[in-house]
């Protein structure tokens, strides 16, 4: 089966072009939505390589727990010889990881994050995807990055015949800064380095610069523990690009200790943007679809709520234009992440428990 994948990205043929990296992003999401579909098989069987990194969630709470997800190959037909997909259904959510992590839905979320992430922050480090019923069965259809070319970090680190300087290129890329405002305003809980893809040139361990110049190209999958508070906090480490533009290690006591490190001005832009056009995204048909999911929420908090508190991170990221995560953000308010035992300077002209002036007018929800 394996074989008979494409051997090049499948974006890369297409004729239209793209100020997506993944190709012509409106025509992909609608192929996804309507072309016809057969499913190939199970992902893992048919992909050697995601057998091997697969499917282990990450999240503290829940380590050395069988934690699967199912997922399956999926071909999409169109004029132009189709490309592979990636199917999970809402059927084959864990309900372990559900129970633990106290989410209701992951197929909406993985659906509104990445509709947050293309349509609102205008980041493009999701997968084109799409709600899907094949065969009776409902879940989020995304493109198939062929692992050619888009590797896991984890299985790029092992490969790469040099990891500083590897790392330390990934850590400099302007994607790796988006994922990490991306998990900071949606609250990504499991950003390990399995569910990062990194484009490669197809030699092992080689990047692809051609994305943004000079630039590893970093890809965002798998964002489904995301929009809870109780997951978040749950988790007992931050992880992945958020922890590390927010804090540092350190090394005498092992604590985590506040950065201050600056937003990119460009990034700023797309984050100022987001703010003016919340109310668009807020009232699009994805987002009320994991609204009106609510009732099956579990923590206390109403989606809605969770939704606001989001809009209220983008706010500080606006307002402070630094990273942020709960490792730094002690005097935001406490309800929109978590308090650390390191104020970040940013906020350290504020009282303990005052609201920043810039966040005032945002009545504090009730529970
Ligand atoms: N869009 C995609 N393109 C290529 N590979 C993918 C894609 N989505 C998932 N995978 C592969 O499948 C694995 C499991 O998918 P993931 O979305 O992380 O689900 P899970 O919740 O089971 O961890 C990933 O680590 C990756 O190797
Ligand atoms: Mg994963």
Known sequence: MFETLPPTDQAAEQES??????????????????????IVGPLAANIPSV???????ELGVLVGGEAFNEAK??????????????FKPVSGENTEVKESTKISS??????????LTENLLDFDITPPIASRLIDGELGSLQMYLSHEHYVTATKFLEECS???DALAKMHAST?????ALLDFIILGADRSDDNMLIHTTGEKGKLDFNHEEGQPDLVAIDNAISFSLHAYNADPKLVGPSQMLSSSRNLQNGELASLALPIPENLRINLAQALTNWDSFYADETTRGLVNEDAGQKTGVSIEIELEWARQRIAALVETGIFLSRA???????????????????FASYQENEIPPFLRHVKKPTR
Not at 73 to 86: K, M, Q, T
Not at 175 to 179: F, N, P, T, W
Not at 329 to 343: D, Q, T, W
């Open 162 to 164: 040099n990891f500083e």
């Open 17 to 38: 072009l793209p100020e997506s990296r993944f190709g012509d992003r409106d025509l992909l999401n609608r192929e996804l939505r309507e072309n016809p579909v057969t």
């Open 175 to 179: 994607d790796h800064s988006r994922i």
């Open 328 to 346: 730094n953000c002690k005097r935001l308010p406490e309800h929109i992440c978590r308090e650390s035992a390191h104020p970040h300077p940013a």
């Open 106 to 115: 992951f197929y909406l979320r993985e659906m509104v994050a990445a509709h």
């Open 73 to 86: 190959l999926a071909h999409i037909d169109d004029e132009r010889g189709g490309f592979y997909a990636v």
């Open 51 to 57: 057998r091997e990194s697969t499917n282990q969630v």
